[in-house]
């Protein structure tokens, strides 16, 4: 791109101090207004499409669709109504999907792309700005469509005070996934493979596009769509993800696996070869600019709240340093210590019960997880485990709640996984273990026989059904289990040996109790002991081994919880509906939109979502 008078092009993190620095551009004209000035300046155009970054960029979003799953619990009832079926009509208008808010981001959208195509400016200069515009109407877009199947598509810029012109009906579902496929296919043709000026990494990319571009014909193809399972579909995702892999790679510095697991999320994404989608935040730009996922999940002694706790079924479904599934006979899996000798992803994942985790800021060196530790203010993850994705043990202790860990909205290994799991479905099965090969050997899972626990001989139904389970250990709490869960059908459908459907089901934790007389009761009213007599961290620290089984059973008594127990004693198990398959539309919306039909299934429901 040539430079040219007036041009502001600066990544989206810096986009307050532009808006504080430069309020004399700002103020010569209203950006949020059709303004046809505006587009003859190539600056206030660079201007106006930075706001839509602030307002569409996909937010930090670890750890924020955990509880819809079985990666961690929640109480919260608008969790657990979703879970347990509870959900209603009624309650719709909380998901803020398809909502008025979404389509006056629209219209601002709208407002950009109509602007650019009646721009004089240079098709060099426009193309670049309209290919970002485009991507971020097909994933607005793309927000609704996969919770609700077909939805209005409006391709054009709405009068907000003309109810006539909000009032469009339901594209079909093919035809609004069409719609997103071809806004992103004219980004993908727009938009450079890399920036060439440092002020403009972090920009969307062609290859970005193209990556989302597969995730949305990979959920197009999934059996939530996919009912009669077309081959086609399959095929137009298989090359949508071989799109983007080739536009990945053709980077100066092509896109690759990050070499440690571990560190994908604390390195700055601006270096990190596995970012192709991301947000990245920034303490020093303000507190608007930084993140809090440290001080969610570090434990009470880190100063954290330690939410999004692991479930013992994510514990569960992590395989073996040797590649090999828990239940396979030749996996070595010890129930009673079940940490040892696991996929190396697990202890970046997982803290446990004596599991070493230093931080800055504390003593320990071992976390925790007993109730009753007076060194967690007498409180105990609900699951029995903390969870350490993504955290930076150097980060000090006051600065955890404004931190500047960058959220991957799409990794590298997301699109490997992708052009995975189609290239099997359509049977290119030495394609799909390759591919899950190079992120098991990322991982550190043993290489064995050159297929990484994996049988060369494996069946199509079982390489989907390890497909799954990678993703579901390999993205756990980076917001992809919910939407993997309902786009494969697996609340209610068996996927294999090892993936049993949810729904019948219940989560579990780990109720872990210091062992007498390590933790007894004092009853004498004499005694200064009179209480608990808790354990101190630091006896335990000198002489429990993890390792060995006489050393750890005669300090801690372990068992089995029902997590779904909490909520009042209940037992209730997880039932999520297939009405749940695609959402109603909210009254609301229905109610200043006559001609939008409400989903089938729903009260008064007449649109199918998967008519052809």
């Not at 532009?18 to 046809?36: F, P, W």
């Not at 950009?112 to 971020?136: H, N, T, Y």
């Not at 990319?205 to 949305?216: D, I, M, N, P, W």
């Not at 070499?259 to 990245?280: G, K, M, Q």
């Amino acid at each position: 791109m040539k430079a040219r008078k007036n041009q502001w092009i600066v990544p989206f993190s810096l986009l307050f101090i532009l808006l504080t620095g430069c309020s004399k551009v700002l103020d010569k004209y209203d950006l949020n207004v059709v303004d046809d000035r505006i587009w003859e300046d190539e600056g206030q155009a660079i201007l106006y499409l930075n706001n839509l970054y602030e307002d569409n960029m996909p937010p930090m979003s670890l750890g924020a669709n955990d509880a819809y799953s079985d990666e961690t619990f929640s109480s919260s009832q608008a969790i657990t109504d979703l879970l347990y079926g509870f959900f209603g009509a009624s309650d719709i208008d909380a998901v803020q999907a398809l909502h008025r808010d979404n389509y006056r981001l629209i219209r601002q959208i709208n407002i950009c792309i109509e602007g650019l195509e009646r721009s004089s400016l240079d098709e060099e200069v426009k193309r670049p700005i309209l290919g970002q515009a485009l991507f971020f109407r097909a994933w607005r877009y793309w927000e609704m469509v996969k919770l609700h199947g077909g939805i209005p598509m409006v391709n054009r810029v709405q009068d907000p005070f003309l109810e006539a012109d909000l009032n469009v009906a339901r594209s079909r579902t093919g035809e609004s996934v069409d719609l997103i496929v071809a806004d992103l296919d004219l980004a993908i043709d727009y938009l450079p493979v890399e920036w060439s000026l440092d002020r403009d990494r972090g920009r969307i990319t062609s290859g970005a596009a193209a990556a989302f571009k597969g995730r949305v014909l990979l959920n197009w193809a999934s059996p939530l769509f996919n009912r009669g399972n077309d081959l086609s579909r399959w095929q137009r995702a298989y090359d949508a993800n071989t799109q983007a892999v080739d536009l990945l790679g053709q980077m100066s510095v092509p896109r690759a696996l990050h070499p440690d697991f571990s560190t994908i999320f604390t390195v700055d994404v601006l270096n990190n070869t596995e970012a192709v989608l991301y947000r990245r935040f920034d303490p020093g730009a303000g507190a608007d600019y930084t993140s809090g996922w440290e001080g969610r999940v570090r434990p009470p002694s880190g100063g954290g709240s330690g939410s999004s706790t692991p479930t013992w079924e994510l514990v569960q479904a992590f395989p073996m340093q040797n590649g090999k599934h828990i239940e396979d006979p030749e996996s070595g899996y010890d129930p009673t210590y079940y940490w040892r000798d696991r996929d190396p992803r697990f202890y970046a994942t997982v803290a446990f019960n004596g599991s070493e985790w230093e931080m800055n800021g504390r003593e320990m060196t071992h976390q925790w997880t007993y109730i009753r530790n007076i060194h967690e203010n007498n409180r105990s993850p609900a699951t029995g485990f903390y969870n350490r994705k993504a955290t930076n043990p150097e980060i000090p202790q006051e600065n955890i709640s404004m931190t500047g860990t960058d959220w991957h909205e799409i990794r590298y290994a997301e699109v490997l996984l992708n052009l995975a799991e189609c290239a099997n479905e359509l049977d290119n099965r030495s394609e799909a273990l390759e591919l899950v090969g190079r992120i098991r050997q990322r991982a550190g899972i043993d290489a064995g026989d050159g297929n990484f626990g994996i049988a060369a001989s494996v069946s199509k139904e079982d390489l989907r059904e390890l497909i799954m389970i990678e993703r579901q250990v390999e993205f756990a709490f980076e917001n992809k289990r919910y939407w993997d869960l309902r786009r494969r059908l697996m609340f209610r459908n068996d996927l294999g040996r090892y993936v049993k459907k949810l729904n019948g089901t219940q989560r579990h934790g780990l109720l872990i109790e210091p062992a007498s007389p390590w933790d007894e009761r004092i009853l004498d009213a004499d005694s200064p002991y009179r209480g608990w007599r808790r354990i101190d961290t630091v006896v335990l620290f000198n002489h429990v081994d993890i390792e060995d089984a006489e050393s750890y059973n005669s300090y801690f008594n372990t068992e089995t919880r029902v997590l779904e127990s909490l909520i009042g004693g209940t037992t209730q198990s997880l039932n999520y509906l297939d009405l749940y398959d695609f959402f109603a539309v909210p009254s609301s919306f229905l109610q200043s939109a006559p001609l939008v039909e409400q989903t089938n299934g729903w009260v008064n429901g007449s649109f199918d979502p998967l008519a052809q």
